[in-house]
């Protein structure tokens, strides 16, 4: 029996059609809100690889003190950031 919709495909198909697009963010941010299924692939697929939203883990970095950022100089990190997001924290 063929799947009827593309939510029935595999979960193996499901990635390979994902990892084939171009914007793999944009389409598993889509992915979120189609049905709990393809939710579901989209977030293992998405904790899978967390550095892929970078702007959050920039709104993270910028919320460390001084003494947390001087710690990560000497691995090369790099802040570049202007912005405080320290009222949006608590709910990242």
Request: hydrophobic fraction near 35%; charged fraction near 30%; proline fraction near 7%.
């Amino acid at each position: 029996m063929s799947p009827k919709k593309f939510s029935d495909l595999p979960v193996e198909c499901v990635h390979k059609i994902i990892n084939s697009t171009e914007d793999k963010k944009k389409v598993l941010y889509k992915f979120l809100f189609v049905d709990k299924r393809l939710h579901e692939i989209a977030i293992s697929l998405l904790w899978r690889d967390p550095v892929m939203c970078e702007s959050v883990i920039k709104k993270y970095l910028n919320e460390l003190n001084k003494d947390e950022q001087k710690a990560l100089v000497p691995q090369k990190f790099d802040f570049p950031l202007t912005q405080s997001y320290s009222r949006c924290a608590p709910y990242l």
